[in-house]
């Protein structure tokens, strides 16, 4: 089936780029959702085609379990393709799609080799350069390992978007002001300079650290006011994520980012950090870890990460269809309801009859009342569920890369699982076995300790979304039974 | 276009009757609502047709203005096919639409000769019998004509509804019984007999009273639990405001309904009733107004009720769909969100890292306060619109009745208009012209009391359902913000 997105701003297309023009509102279809660069192939009610900006449109979320790449042990998953019970018979289309999507996942199981995850072999055998200053040290804290933390921890503040120019005004750009808490000095930069820095972290951490991509991809030339704001404000979450962890923070190349001084010390830097050769695997090189020898946590790290998927991708669903409905059927039927009242009113005020004044301010009050629920039933969702679903959505992107960091994992695991194998084909010799035990027990600590920093984010970050939803959602209700307690006692 | 309604009650068409069997929830398409006797000629969905009774159907309101017969100069309407303004252009199906009401409107205006509509005629011209004890006194109240009111007003309860059979069980019927708050004694009647006092109101009141139709027609051999409540319900309703009517309760016909105390008193009233004389337009001459003379205000009258119609109708509207979202999409809506809220703690609780209890049991306790307003939302109509639709459809059947009343004075107008051309063509004397202005004031007074009666239940009535249904948005809207207050506070 055709997928459906919805039209979220207005986009006037360049002449001659291939681009669509699309009206808020709007109901386009997408025709290809991966051309890439931020753009989506879409095709309008009168048949036009061609690209929109991805961020203009919200498309309806659909299982994408595909990019998932495990074959753990799961009752649920197990359940579609096991025996039949009485309850599923008959079901055979459904039985169809689950056996499908089971081929599907074993393609991409037995297509490792050939995907863009890095190969730890190079880490799991290399010689080790001797360790620098620059190491990433894990101790056993109460929950297990974790990453060494600041003593005081980083932020930066993004804000005041400008409008900047270059060839004599025949490219313009957007630049954001980031000013950090360490130094308090704003540094300048463009959204390909975000994105420089993302290609970076995720070079260099990527296999042990989950780098979450940035909000939106290039989408050159749109300067409209809510884009921009919208765009600042998820590359202020971006950099927060960012900024609190503790080895990303820490890092070379984003303490660049945040604190360079001038031109001439941003381009050095820039040409360091793409020289920089410890990157991929090789960042396990890195890690310091207190103690050797830690259990293997792949599979369970994989269920998690990937049952939250779903449970956010959920609520991320549910929570886009009520906004809708608020906005939408529900505004539209409170202001009817209101006007029916309203309209009661002015026609029981043309009676003649003395005496019904009461009724009638009562009625007209009812009316208006109705109006004002109208009102406050469509920017409700503005208020709640907007930073809901803005924590959801960005949960869903960073979970959205523990498939291919857990992937390098799970290469790594094979691995040193062939070991004995391999020394008996004189592959390797028994010391190098040795060297790989040692060697994955340190990735496992680090997988540890990143997935306590994920859980410690994870529960700050829901803690602090929960409770201004549940507020706002007390105030909105308070402010309903308000609107007809008023209407009641006059 | 065919006009849909949704199935309310299964429903077993009994064989051979030509009766359509149908299910709770099924939509069927209305073929003729108008065959009479309380049923609907339909077609489901496999083509099949047949009769469905009417109080098994929700049929979609529709705009019927067809039966007003009116010709007044309503701003609103003529706007309608008055010029296309600038915004009006291109919305060439509507301009179409409305011609054709339009049309169907004068047709019915001119048909007025072949209507039901009782000739007043015979009470304007026609020498009166002498006045006996039993008068229609009106007299001068603070708002104009009043009817004379009695010093305890009459009321009584239906209850009790018992099965009962004759002919050895072959026919059975539902029997319920009537206590009036006069006599204290019960009385029991079958729904024809109901049908009996309706008829015989209608033909005697009917010209001068709007008398609202029976809540449902004849339906044989249901024996639905809810169905009988729902329609001793509304007999109780409509009980009452026969009740509450002055010249209605006071009449023998009523009296004898409600107080006979055995067959062969209510064998010898209802003959006495049958061949009562006095019936039609023949009712004015038992009015004995205080003083004569009175201004007519028809067209007046016609304008308010039509209008209020209408408030009443789109008030029905919005309701029954506001009604459908609550039980329907909304419940099923904030399930969801409560059970993605729920998902979403079950996962957390399998993360193994400690200290996150706060968190997931705000994410359950949010869940299930969502479930908990999923049903309060689907429960809610039943205790706040119920009681504002029952309230409106009852006064859509009283309005629906004023047409015809209010068409024997428009005839009785058109008549005396014609006094003077009357006169000269010899059909008439001088004497009888003078007759016939002094019948007609007789008209208006009764038309005046009527109005102002009228005027008075609607604001009794519209005051309570008012109150009620306002202080139960009340509890509404408090239950809910407690539910997350507690979420909030645990």
């Given at each position: 089936?055709?997928?459906?997105?919805?039209?979220?701003?207005?986009?006037?297309?360049?002449?001659?780029?291939?681009?669509?023009?699309?009206?808020?509102?709007?109901?386009?279809?997408?025709?290809?959702?991966?051309?890439?660069?931020?753009?989506?192939?879409?095709?309008?009610?009168?048949?036009?085609?061609?690209?929109?900006?991805?961020?203009?449109?919200?498309?309806?979320?659909?299982?994408?379990?595909?990019?998932?790449?495990?074959?753990?042990?799961?009752?649920?998953?197990?359940?579609?393709?096991?025996?039949?019970?009485?309850?599923?018979?008959?079901?055979?289309?459904?039985?169809?799609?689950?056996?499908?999507?089971?081929?599907?996942?074993?393609?991409?199981?037995?297509?490792?080799?050939?995907?863009?995850?890095?190969?730890?072999?190079?880490?799991?055998?290399?010689?080790?350069?001797?360790?620098?200053?620059?190491?990433?040290a894990i101790y056993m804290g109460?929950v297990g390992p974790v990453w060494l933390?600041?003593?005081?921890?980083?932020?930066?503040?993004?804000?005041?978007?400008?409008?900047?120019?270059?060839?004599?005004?025949?490219?313009?750009?957007?630049?954001?002001?980031?000013?950090?808490?360490?130094?308090?000095?704003?540094?300048?930069?463009?959204?390909?300079?975000?994105?420089?820095?993302?290609?970076?972290?995720?070079?260099?951490?990527?296999?042990?650290?989950?780098?979450?991509?940035?909000?939106?991809?290039?989408?050159?030339?749109?300067?409209?006011?809510?884009?921009?704001?919208?765009?600042?404000?998820?590359?202020?979450?971006?950099?927060?994520?960012?900024?609190?962890?503790?080895?990303?923070?820490?890092?070379?190349?984003?303490?660049?980012?945040?604190?360079?001084?001038?031109?001439?010390?941003?381009?050095?830097?820039?040409?360091?950090?793409?020289?920089?050769?410890?990157?991929?695997?090789?960042?396990?090189?890195?890690i310091?870890p207190e103690a050797?020898?830690l259990?293997?946590i792949?599979?369970?790290?994989?269920?998690?990460?990937?049952?939250?998927?779903?449970?956010?991708?959920?609520?991320?669903?549910?929570?886009?269809?009520?906004?809708?409905?608020?906005?939408?059927?529900?505004?539209?039927?409170?202001?009817?309801?209101?006007?029916?009242?309203?309209?009661?009113?002015?026609?029981?005020?043309?009676?003649?009859?003395?005496?019904?004044?009461?009724?009638?301010?009562?009625?007209?009050?009812?009316?208006?009342?109705?109006?004002?629920?109208?009102?406050?039933?469509?920017?409700?969702?503005?208020?709640?569920?907007?930073?809901?679903?803005?924590?959801?959505?960005?949960?869903?992107?960073?979970?959205?890369?523990?498939?291919?960091?857990?992937?390098?994992?799970?290469?790594?695991?094979?691995?040193?699982?062939?070991?004995?194998?391999?020394?008996?084909?004189?592959?390797?010799?028994?010391?190098?076995?040795?060297?790989?035990?040692?060697?994955?027990s340190i990735?496992c600590y680090s997988l540890q300790a990143e997935m306590n920093h994920?859980?410690?984010?994870?529960?700050?970050?829901?803690?602090?979304?929960?409770?201004?939803?549940?507020?706002?959602?007390?105030?909105?209700?308070?402010?309903?039974?308000?609107?007809?307690?008023?209407?009641?006692?006059?």
């Open positions: 089936m055709a997928m459906q997105a919805q039209v979220m701003y207005d986009f006037s297309a360049e002449p001659g780029n291939n681009e669509l023009t699309v009206k808020e509102g709007e109901t386009v279809t997408v025709l290809n959702q991966n051309v890439g660069g931020g753009w989506i192939e879409a095709q309008n009610s009168r048949g036009e085609s061609g690209l929109v900006p991805e961020d203009y449109l919200q498309v309806s979320d659909d299982d994408d379990d595909g990019e998932w790449d495990e074959e753990w042990d799961d009752a649920r998953s197990t359940g579609g393709y096991g025996e039949t019970t009485g309850e599923e018979e008959g079901e055979a289309t459904g039985h169809t799609q689950t056996l499908t999507f089971i081929y599907f996942k074993c393609c991409i199981s037995l297509g490792f080799a050939f995907s863009k995850i890095p190969n730890p072999e190079v880490y799991l055998l290399a010689k080790l350069p001797p360790k620098g200053k620059d190491r990433l109460d933390y600041p003593q005081s921890p980083l932020d930066c503040v993004v804000a005041d978007p400008k409008k900047g120019s270059k060839m004599y005004g025949l490219k313009s750009y957007i630049e954001y002001q980031v000013t950090p808490n360490t130094t308090n000095r704003p540094v300048n930069h463009r959204y390909k300079h975000f994105d420089w820095l993302y290609e970076r972290l995720l070079e260099k951490f990527g296999s042990a650290i989950p780098i979450p991509s940035l909000p939106d991809k290039q989408v050159t030339g749109r300067f409209e006011e809510e884009f921009i704001k919208m765009r600042m404000e998820r590359l202020q979450g971006w950099m927060c994520r960012m900024c609190r962890h503790p080895v990303v923070s820490n890092s070379d190349v984003f303490q660049l980012f945040l604190t360079y001084r001038d031109e001439k010390e941003w381009k050095t830097g820039k040409r360091r950090a793409e020289k920089d050769e410890c990157v991929g695997p090789m960042v396990f090189s890195l310091d050797p020898e259990d293997i792949e599979v369970y790290v994989c269920r998690f990460t990937k049952e939250m998927d779903d449970g956010v991708k959920d609520l991320l669903n549910v929570g886009n269809i009520h906004w809708k409905r608020c906005t939408g059927p529900l505004r539209k039927e409170y202001q009817k309801i209101g006007k029916a009242f309203q309209n009661l009113s002015s026609v029981f005020n043309t009676s003649g009859y003395t005496g019904e004044a009461t009724l009638t301010d009562a009625l007209t009050a009812a009316g208006k009342t109705y109006e004002e629920i109208s009102q406050i039933v469509a920017e409700q969702p503005r208020k709640d569920l907007h930073f809901l679903m803005e924590t959801n959505n960005e949960y869903k992107g960073l979970l959205g890369c523990f498939p291919d960091t857990i992937g390098v994992h799970k290469a790594a695991i094979e691995k040193v699982r062939e070991g004995d194998k391999m020394v008996a084909a004189g592959k390797i010799t028994t010391q190098d076995k040795g060297t790989m035990a040692k060697r994955i990735m994920f859980h410690s984010n994870r529960i700050y970050d829901y803690n602090r979304v929960m409770q201004l939803y549940l507020e706002e959602q007390i105030r909105f209700y308070e402010t309903r039974e308000r609107g007809f307690y008023e209407t009641v006692r006059g």
